[in-house]
């Protein structure tokens, strides 16, 4: 049976649209007073002359009715008999003048921008473009319409009855302070997972399966951060290598999961399993943050293809440069979203909180977030889609992670964004890769990230949990990559090695790839303990790259963003082998130490305040002769650092206002080539202390040692002691 009736018959619905609604925007299915069961279709679309509304039946054959009512801008109507399940799209009427940025094209079939759910693929053609591609003269090929009809080759949009009142979900609500983060692809994480059926796999039903909540609930992280799950689709130069943009920073649709995920199909079934993950996921304590791309559009440049945005209002959505011909792309993939445009900030902001109260999501990462807030005049922290979202009762009690930067002028701008966001903080990423591969001659810059980025996060009235500390993420090398390679291996893009960064910050450890080399595998081994240890025992947010802990590589390839092949999947297979399960229980062991001791999980910046007279600061530096270190030392080439922090002096309170107090505990690293004798320091820090963590070891070290004693730390290796007194 189709997805749509005339009034009680099987055929199509060929009358007038009746009025409708100018809102909400897109489609909504309802059933009105009377009992009559349909659809309301609504489409900003200020500049049009006229909108066709196109249905679908289930042999793709169209049917266009003209949406003939307009108030504020947006064309509407309510066609009766169209239920759940109808695939629809948009022909837009309007002038062709690309000289003023007028690009509309009727012969292009356009996807609601507010789409719940997108069925079918983009298939790259040039009738898709609204331009003549082909034209002989390319320095005017886009001031040339193509009148090719389209539908053929892109996705349709789908009618979605949503009725979710998230009755039996429990948010985690987990304090920033708390979180631990598991950067995680849905595709990846579950395709060679043994534990996920097979149909499964791949999918948000696999995420949700018990297999693999499991490992997430061993290893204790807090929230997954989901590559772009939004709707995209794949670039016309991957299609042709036979690739795919398997991260999915290519947006298409802003409402709706990304239909290649969900198992059930993607007639709106989609939607459905996206929220039974969600909830899955909740119900084991672990939130769901988003990475989304709102920055830019799948359209690409003027002779990318015409699929929403450019076709239903060019000038509307996106920021033309001054001729009005092109683009200005701060996001280097030929266009950005122009979020001087109110309408703009309306998309995002609907966008965003359709996520958070009908799918059910606790917060966003913002790619490239620098371009979201850049206004007439560079990047602006007071810029309208800020204080949108600050002010909005619901966005502003979400998790809100930007990355802070784009490719445009003055777009870095780490440390500048304003209360209630966190940020990556890539300072803290490339110093401690600095640091454990031997390249920095001082330690002033390790000390303010091991300590929560004061100098970045502080003023402003922001938190150490601003900073989202990361060594890896998806793009780049992988944790076990960056200790086995020096330079890129990415000849599998197919763009002859050029894409990916050079500025890796890695160190091979001697070899080049795989090695079988005992002493090479053996620093490799402490490198990563040292690495991980590292990140789960800073002040700040810690982001686990998904697979870092079991060990995974991607032969060298630091941007596999076209691999949707076991190059990019977890290995799960890693895990019989010791050498990795055990890198995978130290994990967990450092995120079990994180969680029961807040003094490892700080919600306020150190000050140097005692917890009495006499009694130690909150926190204390020292040279490897167990004295404090003074500024000079701070200048002076070490490859050496303690830090302690103290349980008794933290500035942190209880709910009910009790001061909060915990165990006190010293952190040793030595980044040089040979072991080095580190004297412990004694009162008022501590009588003695116990070691917890020695990544010279490959199991869990049990020693007691005194102060004043002198302890041996490997070569490359890092020690974390409990102290005891006094």
Not at 198 to 209: D, Q, S
Not at 388 to 415: F, T
Not at 589 to 598: A, F, N, Y
Request: hydrophobic fraction near 35%.
């Amino acid at each position: 049976m189709t997805a749509w009736r005339e009034l009680g018959t099987d055929t199509p619905w060929t009358g007038t649209p009746w009025p409708g609604s100018w809102q909400p925007l897109g489609a909504r299915f309802r059933t009105d007073p009377e009992g009559t069961s349909g659809t309301n279709f609504a489409l900003w679309a200020p500049g049009a002359e006229a909108v066709d509304l196109c249905l679908f039946d289930e042999e793709g054959r169209e049917s266009r009715h003209r949406l003939t009512e307009q108030d504020f801008q947006t064309w509407h109507g309510y066609l009766p008999g169209v239920l759940p399940g109808t695939l629809y799209g948009f022909r837009v009427h309007g002038r062709w003048d690309p000289w003023t940025g007028a690009r509309w094209n009727p012969a292009k079939l356009l996807l609601d921008p507010y789409a719940r759910a997108i069925d079918g693929q983009y298939t790259a053609h040039d009738a898709t473009c609204a331009a003549v591609r082909g034209w002989p003269e390319r320095e005017v090929a886009d001031t040339v319409r193509d009148n090719r009809d389209s539908a053929s080759y892109v996705p349709k949009a789908v009618v979605v009855h949503d009725d979710d009142d998230w009755y039996d979900d429990q948010r985690p609500k987990t304090p920033w302070a708390e979180t631990v983060l598991y950067e995680v692809h849905v595709r990846g994480f579950t395709m060679r997972h043994p534990g996920v059926p097979p149909e499964l796999r791949g999918t948000y039903a696999g995420l949700a399966h018990p297999a693999a909540v499991e490992h997430l609930t061993r290893l204790g992280v807090t929230a997954v951060e989901l590559l772009p799950v939004h709707h995209h689709v794949s670039e016309d130069h991957l299609q042709a290598r036979g690739l795919t943009n398997y991260w999915g920073y290519n947006t298409l649709g802003f409402f709706a999961p990304h239909a290649g995920y969900a198992a059930a199909g993607s007639r709106g079934q989609q939607v459905g399993e996206f929220k039974r993950m969600v909830r899955a996921l909740h119900a084991a304590g672990i939130e769901v943050i988003l990475d989304v791309v709102y920055n830019h559009t799948a359209e690409s440049g003027v002779m990318g293809p015409s699929l929403s945005f450019r076709g239903v209002d060019n000038g509307g959505y996106y920021r033309l440069d001054r001729s009005r011909r092109g683009y200005a792309d701060y996001t280097g993939c030929g266009n950005t979203l122009d979020t001087r445009q109110p309408h703009v900030i309306r998309l995002i902001t609907d966008s965003l909180r359709y996520w958070v109260a009908e799918m059910g999501v606790d917060g966003f990462r913002f790619d490239l977030a620098a371009a979201l807030a850049r206004g007439s005049d560079g990047v602006e922290m007071h810029h309208p889609f800020l204080a949108a979202v600050s002010q909005d009762p619901l966005l502003s009690r979400v998790k809100l992670i930007a990355e802070p930067w784009d490719v445009g002028p003055g777009g870095y701008q780490v440390g500048g964004f304003p209360p209630l966001w966190a940020e990556w903080n890539d300072k803290y990423r490339d110093t401690v890769r600095d640091f454990w591969r031997g390249a920095r001659p001082d330690v002033r810059e390790l000390g303010y990230r091991l300590s929560g980025s004061s100098d970045l996060y502080q003023r402003g009235g922001r938190r150490p949990y601003a900073s989202v500390n990361f060594v890896t993420a998806h793009d780049g090398f992988t944790l076990r990559d960056l200790v086995s390679y020096n330079r890129k291996h990415n000849e599998a893009n197919g763009e002859s090695n050029r894409d990916g960064t050079d500025d890796n910050r890695s160190w091979n450890c001697g070899a080049e790839g795989e090695s079988d080399d005992p002493a090479v595998t053996g620093l490799r081994g402490r490198q990563l303990r040292n690495l991980m240890a590292t990140l789960l025992l800073s002040t700040g947010v810690p982001m686990i790259t998904a697979g870092d802990e079991l060990g995974r590589t991607q032969g060298g390839n630091n941007n596999a963003y076209c691999q949707d092949a076991e190059l990019s999947w977890l290995d799960w297979s890693l895990l019989e082998q010791p050498e990795w399960r055990s890198l995978c229980e130290l994990t967990g062991r450092l995120v079990r130490l994180r969680r029961e001791h807040p003094v490892l999980r700080q919600r306020a910046f150190f000050s140097g305040r005692t917890a009495g007279p006499g009694g130690p600061r909150d926190l204390g530096w020292f040279t490897p002769a167990g004295r404090e270190m003074t500024e000079a030392d701070w200048f002076a080439p070490t490859h050496a650092l303690g830090m302690l922090l103290s349980g008794s002096a933290m500035s942190e309170r209880d709910l009910r206002g009790r001061e909060v107090f915990d165990d006190s505990f010293l952190l040793l690293l030595n980044a040089g080539h040979q072991p080095l004798a580190f004297t412990l320091p004694g009162e008022p820090w501590a009588t003695g202390y116990r070691v917890l963590v020695d990544t010279a070891l490959p199991d869990e070290p049990d020693g007691v040692h005194k102060a004043l004693a002198r302890v041996t730390l490997g070569a490359r290796s890092l020690q974390l002691l409990r102290a005891v007194g006094p």
